[in-house]
């Protein structure tokens, strides 16, 4: 089945409180602004419908209205969320799995914003060397074969195609995944081991995935479990919103459960299989078979050994380290 340990996964996930706090604190503050903006902007929709005919149509605009205006907000700190939150989680967890003990005497947000800013410099250059992890990593499921490679099943089209679906979303958090690795090399050039990051997931795909596609059922399963007890609750809380605004109760659930998806669940998937890539690429070396079929296939796998020729290195933090850094 999987080759990750839920149990120690767990114990690694509560050894992170301070990290999840920081991320239930961010993200129901999240849900928390859409709840206010979708409600406010219904509040005014409906005063201003009265004016006219439709009120409940001047409701329904106006919770749309306040949605699409927390979703701009976000979508513009989402360098700051993966800097910040994600980046140093990942940071602290990438010690827990090796069994490093973290310094005394600091906090670990602390400690992880040291690490990630010495590792990567800013927000703005990490969110560029995820974007390109992310788009050097959409074209492994290609070069792999897709399911009829993983997963032979002859003459069955439409279960391949529902099955590579999967396969292609359960592919969401490998660019942590690249990043724990890069953390964890404590290399001077960061675009340099994301891209061995990359060859090394690339040529254990068939192990990656196939862990990768069971977080990716367990967590639906229990992000919809999630969702469906949340439902009853968000309802009562927008049911003194006015006119149409009351049919926002499933957008409401729905905000909730991702909150407790991104808060919870998410740490978890990651960690259980930043332990699998770690353990599976243990003594390998970058294939240059795979390096080469990557170069060949993806744009953004060539922009990113173009930015490791590029870049200029520099001192990176690693805990324990007494010497120059390496990739």
Do not use: C
Not at 105 to 134: P, S
């Amino acid at each position: 089945m999987w080759d990750f340990d839920i149990s120690r996964t767990l114990g690694i996930m509560m050894k992170t409180m301070p990290f999840i706090a920081l991320r239930m604190a961010i993200y129901f503050g999240i849900t928390l602004a859409y709840m206010v903006a979708i409600g406010a902007g219904s509040g005014v929709g409906y005063g201003v419908g009265h004016i006219g005919s439709d009120p409940a149509a001047f409701a329904l605009g106006g919770g749309i209205a306040g949605f699409a205006l927390v979703s701009l907000v976000l979508y513009w700190a989402r360098e700051y969320i993966l800097y910040i939150v994600k980046a140093g989680h990942i940071a602290v967890m990438v010690e827990l799995i090796d069994n490093r003990p973290l310094p005394a005497g600091k906090g670990q947000i602390a400690h992880a914003r040291e690490v990630v800013t010495a590792r990567f410099g800013e927000a703005t250059a990490l969110f560029a060397l995820d974007q390109l992890i992310k788009g050097a990593i959409a074209a492994v499921t290609g070069l792999i074969g897709g399911v009829a490679h993983l997963l032979p099943i002859p003459g069955l089209d439409g279960i391949a195609r529902l099955v590579n679906g999967v396969i292609r979303m359960s592919l969401t958090y490998v660019d942590e995944i690249v990043l724990g690795y890069n953390i964890r090399t404590g290399s001077t050039n960061p675009w340099e081991s994301s891209r061995q990051g990359v060859v090394l997931y690339a040529q254990n795909a068939k192990v990656m995935v196939r862990n990768a596609v069971w977080l990716t059922l367990i967590m639906w399963a229990l992000s919809f479990a999630i969702f469906l007890i949340l439902l009853a609750p968000a309802g009562a809380l927008v049911y003194a919103m006015p006119g149409a605004a009351s049919g926002w109760g499933f957008v409401v659930a729905l905000v909730f459960a991702w909150a407790l998806k991104a808060a919870l669940l998410e740490p978890f998937a990651i960690a259980a299989l930043m332990s699998v890539y770690f353990n599976v690429i243990e003594n390998q070396r970058p294939d240059p078979v795979w390096d080469g079929r990557l170069m060949n296939a993806s744009g953004k796998f060539r922009d990113l050994a173009g930015q490791a020729m590029a870049h200029v290195p520099v001192r990176s933090y690693r805990s324990g380290d007494t010497g120059p850094a390496t990739v």
